[in-house]
């Protein structure tokens, strides 16, 4: 099977196949096939765009996490241990700025810089 445009988003400049994070390379004949781990997370956006990628562990967020609007423009990225914010941490608003209130270094889900 062969992909067509509609079945194609882009984010930030690569084309993926909708619900999917596999890059299309154009080379690709057929579908997709995707591998994920069993403690991994990967949920979309009802128009196919990445919503949010990472690990839980025992139920927890765990290790580093992003979340993109639904334009593909990213949202968050940051680390978690044990469900809490650990680490750098970057916030964005929709438009790409950074939001300053909710960016820095955090540790138990308080920013400490």
């Known amino acids: 099977m062969n992909e067509t445009i509609d079945d194609l988003v882009e984010r930030e400049g690569i084309f993926y196949k909708k619900f999917s994070d596999v ?3 154009g080379e690709e004949k057929g579908e997709f096939q995707i591998v994920q781990k069993e403690d991994a997370r990967v949920s979309y956006h009802e128009n196919g765009q990445l919503l949010e990628k990472g690990t839980r562990k025992n139920g927890k967020k765990e290790g580093p996490w992003v979340r993109y609007y639904d334009t593909g423009k990213l949202s968050f990225k940051g680390n978690y241990k044990d469900g809490k914010r650990s680490g750098p941490f970057e916030s964005y608003n929709r438009d790409g700025t950074v939001i300053q209130k909710f960016t820095g ?3 138990n889900s308080v920013k400490v810089r």
Request: net charge neutral; no cysteine; proline share 17%.
């Open 105 to 107: 270094t955090y540790n």
């Open 23 to 25: 890059p299309f390379t």
